[in-house]
């Protein structure tokens, strides 16, 4: 399967963004999905993930209660509403895939074009 995260852009502190995690090859509906976020001279960390079906959801404790994952298989589709954005969560942003949803990076593979965040202060 090959991904394509997609939506970023520049917004404001307390803005809002919703990410796009577009798959293509294969069916998404095959995979958990998570996403991950990458600062300058950071390693990528973990920032959300989901089943499959959708119904198990992980989240990292910076992004609970800000940021929602959500998929639309169907759409072959993963999404990424991220509200009341800080500085703190500007970086590249990627969606992989795995066999079961995790929140260890290197468990996820097909990464594809990360998409840029950048929340101004």
């Known amino acids: 399967v090959q991904l394509q995260a997609s939506g970023g852009g520049l917004v404001q502190a307390g803005g809002s963004l919703r990410l796009s995690c577009a798959a293509s090859?294969?069916?998404?509906?095959?995979?958990?999905v998570g996403w991950f976020r990458q600062a300058p001279e950071k390693g990528r960390e973990f920032v959300a993930g989901v089943s499959q079906s959708g119904t198990t959801k992980l989240y990292a404790d910076s992004v609970k209660g800000r940021f929602t994952i959500s998929r639309d298989n169907a759409q072959n589709t993963v999404y990424l509403q991220m509200n009341s954005l800080k500085p703190e969560d500007t970086a590249d942003y990627y969606c992989?895939?795995?066999?079961?949803?995790?929140?260890?990076?290197?468990?996820?593979?097909?990464w594809g074009q990360g998409t840029q965040v950048t929340v101004s202060s």
């Open positions: 090859g294969r069916t998404l509906s095959s995979y958990a």
């Open positions: 992989g895939a795995s066999p079961y949803i995790t929140p260890h990076v290197g468990d996820y593979a097909s």
